[in-house]
């Protein structure tokens, strides 16, 4: 039926303060860009800031952007704190894995995420 995954798109009111966030906080890379769509490269798979749809960001839930780290998580959170990211918890352990919640500064929720070390 699906042979992969062709774009991620979140919705975003201020297209140059959104792409900023992607590329200036994240470090990723703008393939992209116009007033009301912007392709961002996360390693292959393309994120696309949608300016176009009014959907408003919701914090009752929906998608969720998963990021690998550069290094650690901890250092994941240092770098989002010094750039007044909106962390939105702690670094949480899990069986599967370690998180790191934080939103994008639309207010759509991302994380980063590690896989177990065991």
């Known amino acids: 039926m699906a042979s992969g995954v062709a774009t991620v798109w979140v919705p975003v009111t201020d297209m140059g ?6 590329r200036d906080a994240l470090g990723l890379t703008v393939k992209s ?4 769509w912007t392709e961002i490269d996360a390693n292959g798979l393309m ?7 009014q959907a408003a960001a919701s914090s ?8 690998q780290p550069d290094g650690t998580l901890e250092d994941a959170l240092a770098d989002l704190q010094s ?7 702690t670094i949480s352990e ?3 894995g370690r998180i790191l919640p934080f939103k ?3 207010g ?3 994380q980063f995420y590690t896989p177990p070390t065991d």
């Open 17 to 22: 303060r959104a792409t900023a966030f992607y």
């Open 33 to 36: 860009e116009s007033d009301d």
């Open 47 to 53: 994120i696309g800031l949608n300016g176009r749809e």
């Open 60 to 67: 009752e839930g929906g998608a969720v952007i998963t990021f």
């Open 83 to 89: 750039r007044s990211a909106d962390v939105t918890g």
């Open 94 to 96: 899990h069986p599967w």
């Open 104 to 106: 994008d500064t639309e």
């Open 108 to 110: 759509n929720d991302l």
